[in-house]
Structure formats: structure tokens, C-alpha cells
């Protein structure tokens, strides 16, 4: 043992310590539904102060430890308090859904949900304003699971962002890039980034997330090991960046989805923020709708017809496998919902098509790379 | 990010002085020796082979590859990438590894120094070339830079040589300080048996008994690679003679002999430069010998563009009378 290695230990605890009080302030935040006043429990912050007033451990006196949880309960009152509006997405910190969320509007509070399905069921129960979630990617196509929540939920898109994904190649600071062997990351990333290890000998190590792979080479410190992740997972983690851009293909974008309850009206100085916005291209309205394909010749041709005589500009067609033998098509195209021409086409489909609605009228934006 | 893409392409204008006839009295007077140059021998191929990197052309169109000795940092990497570019050089070099003399002088910045010369290229569009020491930086050097130079300290490390053949990148391989000419051609070659086909020779003075020079620059290979060798050549004056002075003659000198290029050392504050103090010029000193360059190169395609005179040249033994000299007149 030496004083490196003490420093090096001390450092992976602190990391810990910031993501465990980042995770703490996020059950606090949440909890402020149940207390609509901000009335404070006393009896409940008295249980938390004695048991961390415990004295049994010997190198964390009582006064210490009290003094620090009043501080971190003083904290958690000052966020509730805030009129926080918070964002759910999938991941752990530092995904690529959260860098969406910040360049849409870095107010928000980012809230981690471990799936797709959590962050849907979290915004239809009010325990978040927003969701984020990706839909489709220029290399990987379709985000499945996405399309498939999002032909039953019962959620409003409210803006799309096109983000450049640039995967950044993360170490712990001070790792010899030579001596570097595996890399974790999502298994897409890696997949998008196979020309660059096998280039340099990289072993590719599948893992959950990206951001959680990078979460994990900072906690755990693992030798010879690198993460693939957003620059600003990079940041969250201290790791640092031996290469930006690591990908293959030099166009690689994400398409992510806001969505929000249908009847939540966000409050005027929020949206007045989210407009104002920097760093995003001005909004093109897009409007996306979903039904399900009639079972006989020319059923989708019905309704593509419908919106080629309206001169409306379809951007995206998908089709997702739905019930057995079923398929439901999300059609997204250029327009606005009080355009005329637009509602004519609504209307119209809605008497063709089965199961047909609309997932929201909302602007897209771009990220500049 | 730029992709160089590298491969053969036939020279169009091929030269008198290339011709088959003059290949082959160039394999003739080295006899039996260079037949093993399967690749870098000039009977591999038939005209002159280009290397291209981020758009330029080299073989074909004259390079200028400048920059500093050591990049030292940010701010001095890119004002002096900056002020190269305005001068006209086509290309950036900066080492981030240094082999050094002594272990305790400064070794470079190390990746940090590459993660510079990228932002550099991005900065000013320059493609990057820089030093490769060690094979297990090889492939990470190739990541940041558009052609790595192995050094002539490494010309003979073979396995660098086989790592940087198998990088894909064009290599500037810079002849060792004590090879021969032949010894030089079969370093190339084991780069080209790798098959990559992008190489560049670089000479950059040898070690003699003479010692007011850092090296004796020996301009002589230059022709001597036209003759054996359809690879590209270019010379580093910098290093050739360690003396500011003598860059500009020399540099002269190599575009009169037939150089398809130089390497020319350039900082933005010599007197405070962390390496190779004595011989980096300033961007003012640069844009001066820059513009010589672009006057005589104007006036060597003058003469060259007259085949009688080369003719004449070669079979006379006496003064010859160039066209255009006696157009002059």
C-alpha cells in the first residue's frame, strides 16, 4: 500500500459519495408530492438525525455525522422548495437520453428510470413533468421497445431532438491509453464504434448502458479498462477522454421524443426558457400519429393517399409488430395541427384507418454537431 | 475527421530523367545489390507513385511540411499552425514524442500533445504529421495524425517499421543518421510488404567526421531516389544542418535537385522553444524563404518544361545551353 493507492481509494469512494447524494436528492425531490404544503415532518427528520447519531462507529463521531445530515436535510428541504420541473430517462447518469433532456432545456432535473417502461409509467402517474426517450437512430435504426409503449400510451409528444451522438472513448485520469484492453459499453455503441477497436486491439465488453459503464470504471476502477460515452458522462464520472468521436461513421444521430401527460400545460416561464433555448436549430413542426394497418389490399395506401393529395411531407413510416398477426404504423410528418390542410387530413384518416391518433403536434429541433 | 486515402496513382507527366532508359542504368550501378527492393524499387512500378493525404498530393504536387519541434502547447501549436498555413505550407508536423539524446530532457506531451495536433487540424485544416516511437503507439498516433513519421533514430526498428506498415497511415520514413541509400530502400520495403503503399522518404543529413554541421544533409539522394525508387522524397533541412542560416540555401538547393518536398521546423518563439532551439525559424523567416521557394520552383518548372535541354544535359559532357537560359540572354 502506498499514498497512491490510499488516494486512489478515497477517490472512488468520494465518486460514490456524489452519486449516492445525487440519488438521495432525487427520492427528496420526488417526494414533495406527498407533502403539497412543504410542510415539514419533524418527527421524520428526528429518526434520520438519531440514527445517523449513532455512536458506533469509531471514526464518525456523533457531532460529525448529525452536522452532516442536518446540512443534507437542509438541502432536500431547499430542492423541494424549488419549482424543479423534472424529466424522466432511461439509464444512469450521463446517457444519452439525459444529453438530450439538457441540450432541450438544462433547468430540468434529470431523474434516471432502469427502463423504458418506468419512464412512460412515471410520467403518466404525475411523479415526473416530462419523459425522454429515443426513437430512432441513424445507424441503428429503430428503437423498438420505444415504439412499442408508445402505440398504447396514453402521453402527448411535446418536442423531438435531434442529437449528435459522438461516442467519447473514457479512462479513469492518469490510465496509460497503451496499457488500455476492454471497453465497456452499450452494445450499440460498440457496435458503432467496431472499426475503432478493432484498429487498436480493444477487446468490446457488453454492458448495460453506456453512462452506467462509465459510472462503473469510476466506482470500481477496473485495470486496463476504458468506457464508451458521452463526453458528458466523461465530465459526471471524472473520467477522461483519450479520444472524442470514436464512431465510424461520421454521421451518427439520435432521434428523442418528449412526452408529457396529454392535459399537462407547462407553466408560461418554463416554455418561454425551452423556446429561447441556445445551441438548437429553430423548431420545424412535425406532427406524429400511429394506427393500426387495415387487413385488406390497399388499406395503408388509404391513408398514405390521403396525405399525398393533401401535399403533406411524410418524414418517417414504421411499423411496429403489435397484437398477434397485428401491426401498428407511426407515421410522422411536416405540419401543425390548426394548419387547415393538416386537419383535413386528420379528420379524414380517422374515418379510414383503425385505432388511428395522434401522439402530438410538436417542434423538432437539432443539435449542431 | 479527415481520411487520407492513399494510393498509387501514375504520375501523368512522366520526366525525361525517369525514363526507362535512365531506370535502368540506376539498377545497373548498383547491380545486383538492390534487387531485393521488390516493391520500393523503381521497377515495381511504372511512373512515379503519390501519396495522398487529406487532398494533398504527395509526388505529384510540392509539399511543405512545417511546424514546430516539440508541440509544447495548445497556444503554440495552433498560432504557429496558423502562421505556417498563411505562409503556404501544406502541411503540420509537431512532435508529441520525443526521442531525445538524454532521458532527462523533455519528452513531449504524449497523448496530450496528439489530442493538440488534432485541434490544430481542425483549427486550420492542415493534415497532421507527427513521430511514432514505440509500436504500441503505432495504431493510437494513427488515430490523431494523417501520416507518422518514423524518426531516423527508428529507421532500422523493424518491428516499428512492420506496426507502422500495418497502421494503413502513409509513413515519412526519415533515413538513419548512419544508413546507406540501400539500407534506407529496405526499411521502405518492409513497410510496402506490409502493404501499405504509402511511404515518403525523407533525408535528413547523416553523421560524417564533419562536425560544424549538426549533419552533413546529403542532398545527393534525391536523385538517387528517382533513379532506384518511384517513391517520393523530401528533405528536411532543419535537421540536415542545425543552422538557421543554412536552412534557406539548403532548402533552395534541395527544390533545384528535385525534392518533391521539405520539412521545415517553425516556431512561433524560438529562443524559448523546449526543443531544437537553434534551428526552428520564425513565421517571419519562414514567409520569406516561402516566398524564395515559390520563385525558384517557378523558374525549375521553367527549365524542366524544356525536355531538349535535359536531353542535352545528359549526352553532353560540356556546358550545355538551355533554351530557356538562352532565351534569357
Not at chain 2, 154 to 171: D, H, T, V, W
Not at chain 2, 210 to 238: C, F, G, Q, W
Request: with cysteine; hydrophobic share 40%.
Amino acid at each position: 500500500m502506498n499514498l497512491e493507492d490510499l488516494r486512489n481509494d478515497i477517490d472512488r469512494i468520494d465518486e460514490r459519495l456524489l452519486s449516492l447524494l445525487e440519488e438521495r436528492m432525487e427520492k427528496a425531490l420526488l417526494s414533495r408530492t406527498f407533502k403539497p404544503d412543504g410542510i415539514r415532518d419533524p418527527e421524520r427528520e428526528e429518526s434520520v438525525l438519531e440514527r445517523a447519531r449513532r455512536p458506533l462507529r469509531p471514526l464518525v463521531s456523533p457531532d460529525f455525522s448529525g452536522g452532516l445530515w442536518s446540512r443534507i436535510m437542509e438541502e432536500s428541504r431547499s430542492i423541494q422548495a424549488q419549482r424543479l420541473v423534472t424529466i424522466g430517462f432511461q439509464g444512469a447518469h450521463g446517457a444519452w437520453s439525459e444529453v438530450a433532456a439538457r441540450a432541450w432545456s438544462p433547468t430540468l432535473a434529470t431523474m434516471p428510470c432502469p427502463d423504458f417502461a418506468d419512464v412512460f409509467q412515471a410520467v403518466r402517474d404525475g411523479w415526473f413533468d416530462y419523459g425522454i426517450v429515443p426513437v430512432e437512430n441513424t445507424l441503428g435504426g429503430l428503437v423498438g421497445q420505444v415504439n412499442s409503449l408508445l402505440v398504447y400510451a396514453d402521453l402527448r409528444i411535446v418536442a423531438a431532438i435531434d442529437l449528435p451522438v459522438s461516442h467519447c472513448l473514457l479512462t479513469l485520469p492518469g490510465t496509460d491509453h497503451r496499457d488500455i484492453r476492454q471497453v465497456y459499453s452499450h452494445e450499440q455503441a460498440l457496435s458503432q464504434c467496431r472499426g475503432f477497436l478493432s484498429r487498436n486491439r480493444l477487446d468490446p465488453m457488453p454492458y448495460f448502458d453506456t453512462a452506467g459503464a462509465a459510472r462503473m470504471i469510476a466506482e470500481e476502477r477496473p485495470r486496463a479498462a476504458a468506457a464508451l460515452a458521452s463526453r458528458f458522462a466523461g465530465e459526471l464520472y471524472g473520467l477522461e477522454t483519450i479520444k472524442e468521436g470514436v464512431q465510424d461513421a461520421e454521421v451518427n444521430r439520435t432521434r428523442f421524443f418528449v412526452l408529457s401527460k396529454r392535459d399537462a400545460v407547462p407553466s408560461p416561464a418554463f416554455a418561454e426558457a425551452v423556446a429561447s433555448q441556445k445551441g438548437l436549430t429553430a423548431p420545424i413542426m412535425k406532427c406524429s400519429v400511429v394506427f393500426n394497418a387495415t387487413d385488406k389490399a390497399g388499406g395503408l395506401f388509404g391513408i398514405l393517399e390521403i396525405f399525398a393529395k393533401a401535399g403533406i411531407n411524410l418524414t418517417r413510416i414504421e411499423s411496429v409488430p403489435d397484437k398477434p398477426g397485428d401491426y401498428a404504423i407511426f407515421i410522422d410528418f411536416e405540419g401543425e395541427e390548426d394548419d387547415p390542410k393538416v386537419a383535413t387530413a386528420i379528420k379524414a384518416s380517422e374515418s379510414v384507418a383503425r385505432g388511428f391518433r395522434v401522439l402530438g403536434c410538436y417542434g423538432e429541433r437539432r443539435v449542431s454537431q | 475527421m479527415t481520411l487520407s486515402i492513399v494510393m498509387y496513382t501514375i504520375a501523368n507527366h512522366d520526366r525525361q530523367q525517369h525514363s526507362q532508359a535512365s531506370r535502368e542504368r540506376g539498377l545497373r550501378r548498383k547491380g545486383a545489390r538492390m534487387k531485393d527492393l521488390r516493391l520500393a524499387g523503381n521497377l515495381a512500378m511504372e511512373g512515379r507513385s503519390v501519396v495522398e493525404v487529406g487532398g494533398v498530393r504527395i509526388g505529384e504536387v510540392f509539399t511543405v511540411i512545417a511546424g514546430p519541434c516539440s508541440v509544447e502547447s495548445e497556444d503554440q501549436t495552433i498560432r504557429t499552425a496558423v502562421a505556417v498555413k498563411e505562409a503556404g505550407a501544406t502541411m503540420l508536423r509537431g512532435g508529441a514524442f520525443k526521442p531525445r539524446t538524454s532521458p532527462y530532457a523533455f519528452q513531449g506531451l504524449g497523448l496530450k500533445g496528439l489530442k493538440i495536433l488534432e485541434k490544430a487540424r481542425r483549427e486550420t485544416g492542415l493534415p497532421i504529421v507527427t513521430e511514432v516511437i514505440d509500436t504500441r503507439d503505432v495504431s493510437w498516433v494513427g488515430e490523431y495524425a494523417d501520416i507518422l513519421q518514423i524518426g531516423a533514430r527508428n529507421m532500422q526498428n523493424f518491428s516499428l517499421l512492420r506496426e507502422a506498415g500495418k497502421s494503413g497511415r502513409p509513413i515519412l520514413l526519415k533515413r538513419g543518421m548512419h544508413a546507406t541509400f540501400e539500407e534506407w530502400l529496405n526499411c521502405a520495403e518492409y513497410i510496402l510488404a506490409e502493404g501499405n503503399p504509402g511511404v515518403i522518404l525523407c533525408e535528413r543529413g547523416i553523421r560524417t567526421f564533419e562536425t560544424y554541421t549538426r549533419n552533413t544533409l546529403d542532398l545527393s539522394m534525391i536523385p538517387a531516389v528517382k533513379l532506384n525508387s518511384h517513391l517520393p522524397v523530401i528533405i528536411d533541412p532543419s535537421h540536415g544542418t542545425g543552422i538557421l542560416e543554412m536552412i534557406e540555401p539548403m532548402s533552395l538547393a534541395a527544390i533545384a535537385a528535385g525534392a518533391d518536398g521539405l520539412e521545415i521546423e517553425v516556431h512561433i518563439d524560438p529562443p524559448n522553444a523546449m526543443s531544437d532551439k537553434a534551428q526552428q525559424l520564425t513565421p517571419e523567416a519562414f514567409m520569406r524563404l516561402m516566398d524564395k521557394i515559390r520563385r525558384l520552383r517557378a523558374f525549375m518548372a521553367e527549365l524542366n518544361a524544356d525536355p531538349e535541354h535535359m536531353l542535352a544535359e545528359q549526352d553532353k559532357t560540356g556546358p550545355t545551353q538551355s533554351r530557356s537560359r538562352a532565351a534569357r540572354a
